[in-house]
């Protein structure tokens, strides 16, 4: 061989064409020439070019040189005669073994390397076996394949074809031996392109060259599409076979045809015609019509092809099975989208006119029927409204000859015919004639002429029930128009009104909206309404809202609800509204529109909510809707008597709702609502609360805020009956409300129903009249005499009722006894000293961090919750001694006196000396933020400072006088009874309460 040479492939998509030889001077020299890839392409696997560069003498350099692209000034593929010579040489390498060539090619479809044997050394013969291998692929294929005509090291070319130099071992599975002939090859599939091609060679090379040709523009697509060469190859095989078919007639596989037309652009616009053609032929034999659904998708594209597929249709339209036309449009119209986008409905047109025909010439009635129907209930695309008039005056004398004919063409109109031409049907008497008894006897009261005989209750809807039960309604509907039409009232009743709201269909709903409108104008009249049972009343609001007119249906139910049922029975109005949101089958977005006509009306809020409530479950609870949840939750915040009227059952399931949706807001807002119900509800609140709160668990700042819920619950009711509610709610809802709500009870005790601010009231009051009595009292000052304080007491202004003085004796006997009792009910181990400084801070501490187990502990645990001062004096002997109860009226000491009675009864309860109260601090600090958050801002400020210095005063004050009095004034004899007749000076706070309480009773010597 004058030289080796080989086509490589760069980066960046370049070849490189090598050229390695002995130069004249016996010296190795190797000449590099780069290749664009435009170049490659144009030339299509053409090594003509170059065989100049490979055959001539290598010139001698002295150094390395810069390499530029070699240009070549128009590069083209052989030429078809001379690719055809190429293959023959393959062959004739090949020794005309078909076998091998399949092999070989397949093996440079899937990629693998080829190594080549025992070649001759003619570098010509070896570089036209690269051109045949090369000539077998479709151009743009062609630039892929790479070769080195003489190898030394195959493992360190990258060559996809390697001729080996003697004695050199094959590297690759695939090699193919010159002299032999023999193609050794790892037990791979042949490919289904080298099988095309290869049959193709059999015929004629010339085959071969006209269809790489021919598929170039199929390969470079699916390069395009970054396909593998074996996948684009094997596309392009199998797209050969097809043409091939196609063009010829032959069957094909029907899914290739379908990909073919739906995905490969290179598909000429005559062969895309053939291609929609054949699916279509084909169809119409095998009766498959799923097989033809990619052609609407591609008429619609391409206008070419719609108009010989509606050519092709149409002509088949005309014959003998013009039933396989319409049957082929139904299909495209009930499965393919496309169908809609082109008339094809006109060819069904001709279709079905033609087989109404063939079947009555054929006199096969069993065929003709089950067409009628067919076409009664045919897909609205398929229009079958635009011939309604040509099939009833084809199907007309059959119809005044046979019922079943009558039946189906009186059916078929009711579906199709327009107003005017329906009620000519109606009037064709012989047609009349052959309908069944009862639709015969009901059109024959919508005759021009009425019918003398009084007709029966519910004629119309009685005699649809001799039609096809899924065209009963709108042969109804198609009565009742033309009674209306007629003015004929009176054959409309109850049952026919009732069947009307039935049309569930949105197409039905558009068609008919002028009947409906029609009818609920007429019978809205008020004598007509009035005529009405009850029942039937939730009819006329239904038809007007199925036609979009609101106002119209909401003038009725405000007349429903003002005049005609009126307020007294407003029950039934919330029933009836109710009613209709329930059965109407409107779409979510109707429905709101509806019931947005609602603002601006008279309606009250008990039908308002039932509606909101009816169309939640009609719709199956649509997230579309959940504006309705929100409406229900503020309407039963501002008014918890609502619930009454929803339902328990049903205001928890939107509560349930709202917290599927973690709408935290609108479900704590709803449960507000129930907590403000329950209290109205007796014992069955706690029930209703524990089963509803088990929806407000999901986060835990829902669940915070719904123990603050339950805390106000357990604040509003009596202390005795809210018992046993903390360990109820506790097991009911979850563990972790039992502690809290304990202390909320703990606080409900001793406050009663006041909130902080009306508690400080009473501290403050607690607190100026222990200490008048402290002050007046003290140890050093003169107390008053017998006679002052008999005047002090004749002189306070004012009267009481009987009932008062007996309340307040009461109250004067039981605040002396408690007194008592609170002041010396002491805790041994507990620090008691307030005023050493040493222990003032560690003091402090543990008042605020010990839980309170008496009433005085509570009191000074409950002020430094306020304040950061301990109080640990009263300045008594600094205050002037002066009239015991200054300036109060009777009336204001009464008043004061149950004020200080509650508050120190309530604090003996909650903390009584035989068992005292069991909870956590901790709980008992939040129970006291919860209710000081209840508290206005400005009145925080106001009562802060109260709130934190006077309790403690007043455990100061009640430790003061307990200690310096004993119970003998409470006494019936001795002490007690001569301070109770005024016959004996009080020394203390206590004995002066006594003496008092006898001068109110009236015990005393002297009285005023």
């Known amino acids: 061989m004058p030289s080796s040479v080989g086509v490589f492939r ?57 390499l530029a692209p070699l240009k070549l000034d128009d590069p083209k593929p052989l030429e078809e005669e001379l690719e055809s010579e190429t293959l023959q040489n393959l062959l004739l390498y090949c020794q005309d073994n078909m076998k091998v060539v399949e092999g070989l090619l ?111 523009r199929t390969a470079s697509w699916r390069a395009i599409r970054r396909d593998t060469l074996s996948n684009a190859l094997l596309w392009i095989s199998r797209r050969a076979r097809v043409d091939s078919a196609v063009q010829a007639g032959q069957p094909a596989d029907h899914s290739m045809v379908t990909r073919i037309l739906r995905e490969d652009p290179t598909l000429t616009d005559e062969l ?66 496309a169908a809609s986008a082109l008339p094809w409905h ?49 199907l007309r004398p059959g119809a005044h000859r046979g019922e079943a004919i009558a039946m189906a063409l009186f059916t078929f109109g009711a579906e199709h015919l327009a107003g005017g031409p329906f009620q000519a049907l109606l009037h064709d008497k012989e047609m009349v004639e052959k309908l069944p008894e009862r639709l015969r006897k009901a059109i024959e009261h919508l005759q021009p002429e009425p019918s003398p005989i009084k007709p029966l209750p519910d004629l119309l809807a009685k005699a649809v029930h001799q039609v096809p039960s899924q065209h009963q309604v709108v042969a109804l509907v198609r009565l009742i128009e033309t009674a209306m039409f007629l003015q004929r009232f009176w054959l409309i009743g109850e049952r026919e009104l009732r069947i009307l709201v039935t049309l569930s269909d949105q197409h039905l709903r558009e068609r008919f ?14 004598e ?61 977005e109707h429905m709101l529109t509806v019931l947005a006509g609602f603002d601006g009306t008279q309606m009250r809020p008990e039908p308002r909510l039932r509606a909101y409530y009816a169309t939640l479950v009609r719709l199956n609870w649509d997230k579309r809707l ?91 009711i009596d202390p005795d009956r809210s018992q046993t509610l903390p360990a109820y709610f506790a097991d009911n809802i979850s563990a972790d409300f039992g502690e809290p709500l304990k202390a909320t009870r703990l606080m409900r005790i001793i406050m009663g129903d006041k909130n902080l601010f009306q508690f400080s009231e009473m501290l403050v009051v607690t607190q100026a009249f222990l200490f008048d009595l402290a002050v007046t009292y003290h140890e050093g000052k003169v107390y008053p005499p017998i006679f002052r304080l008999r005047h002090d007491l004749d002189s306070m202004p004012g009267t009481l009722t009987e009932e008062e003085r007996q309340i307040l004796i009461r109250n004067l006997s039981e605040i ?124 925080q400020q106001r009562i802060q400072s109260t709130l934190g210095i006077t309790p403690q005063q007043i455990a100061l004050l009640i430790s003061y006088i307990a200690d310096r009095c004993d119970a003998k004034a409470l006494g019936e004899r001795g002490v007690g009874k001569q301070l109770e007749q005024g016959k004996r000076q009080p020394q203390n706070e206590i004995e002066a309460l006594r003496f008092i309480n006898g001068y109110f009773a009236r015990k005393h010597t002297h009285e005023r």
């Open 626 to 716: 959940d504006i309705l949840l929100i409406q229900i939750a503020r309407a039963l915040q501002g008014d918890p008597r609502l619930v009454r009227v929803l339902g328990t059952e049903n205001t928890i399931r939107v509560l349930q709702t709202l917290a599927e949706r973690e709408n935290a807001i609108e479900a704590l807002r709803l449960a507000e609502a129930l907590v403000r119900y329950a209290l109205s509800i007796g014992s069955a609140g706690a029930p209703l609360l524990a089963e509803a709160w088990k929806h407000l668990q999901w986060n835990p700042e829902v669940k915070l805020s719904s123990l603050e819920l339950l805390r106000r619950y357990i604040r509003a």
């Open 816 to 939: 002396a006894r408690l007194i008592l009792e609170i002041g010396k009910y002491k805790i041994q181990g507990r620090a008691s000293d307030r005023t050493s400084p040493s222990s003032f801070r560690s003091l402090l501490r543990e008042a605020r961090e010990t839980p309170p187990i008496t009433p005085n502990d509570f009191l000074t645990w409950f002020g430094l919750q306020f304040s950061d001062t301990m109080v640990t004096e009263l300045g008594l002997e600094r205050k002037e001694a002066a009239h015991i109860f200054g300036a109060r009226s009777v009336v204001m000491l009464y008043q004061e006196t149950l004020m200080i009675y509650q508050l120190l009864y309530r604090l003996s309860v909650a903390f009584p000396k035989e068992q005292p109260p069991i909870y956590e601090l901790e709980h008992l600090k939040a129970e006291i933020d919860s209710l000081w958050k209840q508290i206005p801002f400005h009145e």
């Open 513 to 526: 909206a002028h009947v409906l409108r029609h009818v609920a104008d007429e019978f809205s009249q008020p």
């Open 10 to 66: 760069g980066t960046a998509a370049i070849h490189i064409l090598t050229v390695a030889a002995i130069n004249r001077v016996g010296l190795p020299q190797v000449l590099y020439l780069i290749i664009e890839p435009a170049a490659m392409s144009w030339l299509g696997g053409n090594l003509q070019p170059f065989k100049g560069i490979f055959f001539a003498e290598m010139p001698i350099f002295e150094s390395m040189r810069n």
């Open 346 to 394: 006109t060819v069904a047109h001709l279709a079905a006119i033609q087989h109404l025909k063939n079947c009555i010439e054929n006199r096969d009635l069993a065929e003709l029927l089950k067409f009628i129907y067919r076409l009664t209930s045919a897909n609205t695309f398929l229009k079958v409204s635009d011939i309604a008039e040509q099939v009833v005056d084809i």
């Open 106 to 216: 397949t093996a440079l479809i899937n990629g693998q390397d080829i190594d080549v044997l025992n070649a001759p050394p003619n570098l010509e013969q070896r570089l036209y076996f690269v051109e045949g291998l090369m000539a077998m692929l479709p151009l743009p294929a062609r630039p892929t394949i790479t070769f080195a005509t003489s190898v030394n090291k195959p493992d360190n070319t990258t060559a996809q074809i390697r001729f080996l130099a003697p004695n050199v071992a094959a590297s690759s599975p695939v090699t193919f031996d010159w002299q032999t002939n023999i193609l050794t090859s790892p037990n791979f599939e042949r490919h289904d392109y080298a099988r095309f091609v290869t049959s193709q060679l059999r015929l004629d090379p010339s085959l071969v060259v006209q269809h790489t040709r021919n598929l170039s």
């Open 528 to 588: 007509r309404l009035a005529a009405l049972p009850p029942p039937a009343f939730e009819v006329l609001p239904r038809l007007y809202f199925m036609v979009g007119e609101v106002d119209a249906g909401m003038h009725i139910l405000e007349y429903l609800q003002n005049d005609l049922l009126t307020v007294e029975r407003l029950s039934l109005v919330s029933d009836l509204v109710g009613n209709i949101f329930l059965k109407m089958n409107l779409e979510p």
């Open 272 to 337: 895309r015609v053939v291609y929609s053609k054949h699916l279509l032929t084909m169809a119409f034999i095998t009766k498959e019509w799923a097989t033809t659904d990619v052609l609407p998708e591609i008429a619609h594209a391409h206008a070419d092809v719609a108009k010989a597929v509606l050519t092709q249709l149409r002509e088949k339209a005309q014959s003998s099975r013009a039933i396989d036309v319409y049957d082929l449009i139904e299909y495209w119209f009930n499965n393919v989208s």
